[in-house]
């Protein structure tokens, strides 16, 4: 059975069908992408999924439960973490705190706890602290943990979403742009730590990507998206040779 | 002539760094124990120190009032000042040093808990002792300390949470009533509501839960502002806020059981200063561990981005809900306090002045810090008192200080700064 499955959603901006009948399928531990041009709707694939929107038809199906209509947070804790394309960080909290923020779903102390500081509160929140400051090892930005994330340069502050989505602990997690911006080295770096995670934590990882490199490179499987339509689906190599593709998206002229 | 002046300016800084070097090591634990020899000393030496320097009485605020009415006696005033307070306070606090960095340190031996209890005692008994020496002492401070009270449960609304609420007038205005009636009702013999149904001496045992029906009343109260505003962001909340607070005024206005325009009065005493004291640092250390937690810094993340907070599985509804009630209950028992410190309360109290000095003691403190709405509330409740003979003009110079804080630091003195009380309490290394 697979782990995220989208069947037939489309979703309307007033009269603008902005995904029209898209179908998905991400099996345990697979790397896809989706690529297209801008104003394709990937974004709008992703905040659906997510449940920032509702889709106007169709269903979403997260390991075995239907998650269509779920608040964000709800889906969310049910395994589903992200990124944001145009980073949506906290900009007056610390790179540990927003690691720990994202384990919100599991405190257990409650109000009580809250208010009144209890042994409980502090154990959980060592506990949450501790794993925090692994993820943050694991992006390599363990030593910037008391910075607060405006200080950060743009690449760190990418590594900052990273390390805060893997905190929900997903079981699929779904990267926008994710190397947006980066320069090259930034870039190279970037991927090492998809890779790794992909490996260490045996996520099932769905990412938008607008530099090809990282797609090509990265992924099994690649969906094409124009105008709200999968226009394509298929391994790298099929998708380069796809002259739907070409056209829409890489332009006449072949892919470097 | 530049070089001298460059050279006493190099002079300044150096005596400066001096000062700095001295105290530097100081720990909290000196300073209060300052405070208090200074407040022993104002205690037994204030009034002949008085009569020698030619003053009426002891300088109840620290003289600003008498500076203000009579300048021929700033002399006078300024020398008490600093031969009860300054001097013995830094003479003290350096002294001391030493000894009190070791107490300080033998003291976090044990839980952090006897620590903050002794520093507290300590506080306890200078305030205390600084109150004993006049009533309108004593009320000042009663009032400074729910001012601190409503500020920090404000500040949680407008700083930690970001959204805009005007309505705290209006929650402690519930607060005063629920908590007037429930002690007047069962404790009180009175024209309004009839004899006493309970023996008065159970009172003062039975004060926190009328104080915490009075903070359930106001909390209820902004759970009907809660549902419909939260929906959105944006100034919804600003708006519903405000009229919530009117309605709730004019709603008391013709509630003729509880007195109606003409007021509620014959409160019993119960709100005695260690009262409020204790229900204060109940509120601080309450809030403060709210806002250090995971479910508190929520808020933090909620206003600073709500989608990403939602997509990291932030209930953010639930998380801006539990704020509100939250500070909707604290308004509500700084008014039970309020009540029964003044002991008469009429609606017109809880208007758009009191909205007004609330949201400048917040914005002056500082936003997102419990330390910034300590000191917004003290200062501005002090220099309230102070300014008083100024009458129209201390309306004047309030504003303009705002102003002037709101140009140099835009979210106020101390804004965004945890308070971390085993840092405050700890002893002091050198550097």
Redesign the interface.
């Known amino acids: 059975m697979s782990l995220l499955r989208v069947e037939k959603m489309s979703h309307d901006f007033g009269g603008l069908r902005a995904v029209n009948s898209y179908n998905l399928e991400i099996e345990k531990g697979q790397i896809r992408g989706l690529i297209g041009p801008n104003g394709a709707g990937k974004t709008t694939i992703f905040n659906l999924i997510t449940g920032i929107y509702k889709p106007t038809e169709g269903d979403i199906i997260l390991d075995g439960k239907r998650v269509t209509g779920l608040q964000p947070h709800r889906i969310a804790a049910m395994g589903l973490g992200r990124t944001f394309q145009n980073l949506q960080l906290w900009r007056h909290m610390t790179v540990l705190e927003h690691v720990q923020m994202a384990r919100y779903s599991r405190i257990s102390y409650g109000l009580i706890g809250a208010f009144f500081g209890t042994g409980k509160r502090n154990r959980e929140e060592a506990k949450n602290e501790e794993k925090a400051y692994n993820l943050l090892k694991m992006v390599g930005i363990v030593h910037l943990a008391d910075q607060v994330v405006i200080n950060l340069s743009y690449g760190d502050q990418r590594r900052v979403e990273m390390a805060r989505a893997l905190a929900i602990e997903p079981k699929i997690l779904l990267l926008d742009e994710p190397t947006a911006g980066m320069n090259p080295e930034e870039l190279i770096q970037m991927m090492e730590i998809i890779r790794q995670v992909h490996k260490e934590l045996g996520l099932a990882i769905f990412l938008i990507e607008h530099r090809l490199k990282v797609v090509m490179e990265l992924c099994e499987i690649i969906q094409t998206l124009n105008f709200g339509h999968v226009i394509a689906e298929g391994t790298p190599e099929e998708t380069q040779n796809n002259t739907e593709v070409i056209d829409a998206y890489l332009g006449k002229e072949a892919v470097d | 002539m530049e070089e001298k002046s460059g050279k006493l300016s190099e002079n300044m800084k150096t005596l400066k760094h001096k000062i700095r070097d001295l105290y530097s090591r100081a720990p909290l634990l000196g300073w209060l124990l300052g405070a208090l020899v200074a407040v022993v000393f104002e205690h037994f030496l204030g009034d002949p120190l008085a009569d020698i320097l030619g003053l009426p009485k002891i300088p109840v605020l620290f003289g600003c009032v008498i500076m203000l009415k009579k300048p021929l006696l700033i002399p006078s005033v300024v020398i008490f000042v600093t031969l009860i307070y300054i001097l013995p306070i830094s003479v003290i606090a350096r002294l001391s040093t030493v000894p009190a960095n070791r107490l300080a340190a033998k003291l976090l031996d044990f839980p952090i808990l006897i620590s903050v209890v002794v520093h507290l005692s300590l506080l306890y008994a200078t305030l205390y002792m600084w109150s004993e020496i006049s009533a309108y002492r004593v009320l000042t401070l009663k009032l400074t300390l729910i001012a601190v009270i409503l500020t920090l449960s404000l500040n949680v609304i407008n700083g930690y949470m970001g959204e805009f609420s005007c309505s705290h007038p209006g929650f402690m205005a519930l607060g005063a009533y629920a908590a007037s009636t429930f002690t007047v009702v069962l404790f009180v013999n009175d024209k309004l509501f009839g004899a006493a149904l309970l023996p008065p001496w159970l009172g003062p045992f039975m004060f926190p839960l009328a104080l915490i029906a009075g903070g359930i009343v106001a909390a209820l109260g902004a759970l009907a502002i809660a549902i419909p505003s939260f929906r959105t962001r944006g100034d919804y909340l600003a708006i519903i806020s405000l009229a919530f607070m009117f309605i709730i005024k004019s709603m008391i206005e013709n509630l003729e059981v509880v007195g109606g325009p003409r007021g509620l009065s014959s409160q019993p005493d119960y709100a005695s200063l260690p009262i409020v004291f204790l229900w204060t640092i109940a509120c601080i250390w309450?809030t403060n561990?709210?806002v250090r937690?995971?479910?508190?810094?929520?808020l933090?993340?909620v206003?600073?981005?709500e989608?990403?907070?939602?997509?990291?599985?932030?209930?953010?509804r639930r998380t801006k809900i539990?704020a509100f009630l939250f500070a909707a209950f604290w308004a509500g028992v700084a008014g039970g306090l309020f009540a029964h410190v003044i002991r008469y309360i009429n609606p017109g109290t809880f208007g758009l002045q009191k909205l007004a000095e609330v949201l400048a003691m917040v914005y002056f403190g500082g936003l997102?810090s419990v330390y910034g709405s300590i000191v917004g509330a003290v200062s501005l409740s002090l220099l309230g008192e102070a300014l008083r003979p100024l009458e129209i003009f201390k309306w004047i110079i309030i504003p303009l200080l705002l102003i002037l804080v709101m140009i140099y630091r835009p979210t106020g003195l101390i804004a965004?700064k945890e308070f971390n009380v085993r840092n405050l309490i700890k002893p002091k290394r050198q550097t």
Do not use: E, P, Y
């Open positions: 309450i561990n709210f937690s995971t479910l508190g810094k929520a933090s993340a206003r600073d981005d989608m990403a907070a939602n997509a990291m599985t932030v209930n953010t539990v997102n965004f």
